[in-house]
């Protein structure tokens, strides 16, 4: 069974691109190459989007200090250890183009945004955490 959730990391194709992250030899190109892809382009495909959402969240840590996982969750998540991890990786250039790209991914040329609309319970909660992290990153 696949992960589908409104939170940041609750999508299996969130939870792979952060694992492309964790692996990366130069998390900040990475993370700036997704960004890049979800605003190059006319229609913002799924797996892009993910890519920018996750993208977001590690800068909004790094440069925010925000936590994904609570405090008393043993496992905690990957981009809550990275500013420990990588103490001297500076993301705040990186805060405008990245709220641009979820404001692309909020945008009626969005397949993520298309999707989650159709649920009517949840889509309010997913875009109201979105924008949030815009907020945080503007």
């Known amino acids: 069974m696949g992960?589908?959730?409104?939170?940041?990391?609750?999508?299996?194709t969130a939870l792979d691109f952060m694992v492309e992250v964790e692996d990366s030899d130069n998390p900040q190109q990475t993370?700036?190459?997704?960004?890049?892809?979800?605003l190059d382009t006319d229609y913002l495909e799924y797996t892009e989007?993910?890519?920018?959402?996750?993208?977001?969240?590690?800068?909004?840590?790094?440069?925010?200090?925000?936590?994904?996982?609570?405090?008393d969750d043993e496992d905690g998540l990957d981009v809550d250890t990275f500013p420990e991890r990588h103490p001297n990786q500076d993301f705040s250039h990186l805060k405008q183009k990245a709220a641009k790209a979820l404001r692309q991914?909020?945008?009626?040329?969005?397949?993520?945004?298309?999707?989650?609309?159709?649920?009517?319970?949840?889509?309010?909660?997913?875009?109201?955490?979105?924008?949030?992290?815009?907020e945080r990153l503007s």
């Open 3 to 12: 992960a589908w959730g409104y939170g940041p990391f609750e999508d299996d």
């Open 31 to 38: 993370l700036s190459d997704a960004l890049d892809s979800a």
């Open 49 to 71: 989007a993910q890519g920018a959402i996750v993208s977001a969240a590690y800068i909004d840590r790094q440069v925010n200090g925000t936590r994904f996982s609570s405090p």
């Open 105 to 134: 991914v909020l945008s009626e040329n969005s397949e993520l945004n298309e999707l989650w609309a159709d649920n009517e319970e949840l889509y309010p909660k997913w875009r109201k955490g979105l924008e949030e992290l815009i």
